[in-house]
């Protein structure tokens, strides 16, 4: 275990100390002289990319609200002189959920098109069903270990589901 090529090994290091085990993965792109190197490399880009994120709302909301709430004569006073009309204050968040709420309901729309009526025989097979084949015997002899994907015929779910005969001895 101390042979110097184990060390720089991609495979897994499994390290285990007395109070636990951990099991590390060495980076082969990591140029070491020998040493394994600790799991702390900085910080990510999704770490700093959400930070920011975070920071940028609550800096917006802020200015939202100073700008929505704040009267005219204070704005004016600190030396903002030039905004936006305060319509848009409620305009735009308005325009937003009323556009929210009418995407939505295109989607379902849309979805409600798209698929077929209760009483349509595409509901049971369609271009895609498969029936079900007895497994087939290879020529050595062997079955085939899986069966391949097909579909349940309806007469076989109606039998299981609504058979009297099936269901007299059996807890579903």
């Not at 060390?7 to 951990?22: D, G, Q, V, Y």
């Not at 069903?129 to 391949?148: A, D, N």
Request: proline share 8%; net charge negative; charged share 15%.
């Amino acid at each position: 275990m101390t042979d110097p090529s184990f060390l720089n090994s991609p495979r897994r290091i499994l390290s285990l100390s007395k109070e636990r085990a951990t099991v590390s993965f060495a980076d082969p792109d990591d140029k070491v002289s020998g040493f394994p190197v600790s799991e702390e490399h900085g910080t990510k880009p999704s770490e700093v990319y959400g930070f920011v994120g975070s920071i940028s709302i609550i800096m917006a909301t802020v200015i939202y609200f100073i700008w929505a709430y704040t009267p005219e004569p204070w704005l004016h006073s600190v030396g903002i002189t030039y905004y936006p009309s305060r319509y848009w204050a409620l305009a735009l968040p308005s325009y937003a959920m009323v556009t929210i709420v009418l995407a939505i309901t295109f989607y379902i729309g849309l979805n409600f098109m798209a698929t077929a009526p209760p009483t349509s025989f595409y509901t049971i097979y369609d271009e895609f069903s498969r029936e079900h084949t007895l497994s087939q015997v290879s020529k050595e002899g062997h079955e085939q270990p899986i069966e391949p994907i097909s579909d349940i015929g309806i007469h076989q779910v109606n039998d299981l589901m609504f058979s009297s005969a099936n269901c007299r001895g059996r807890t579903l």
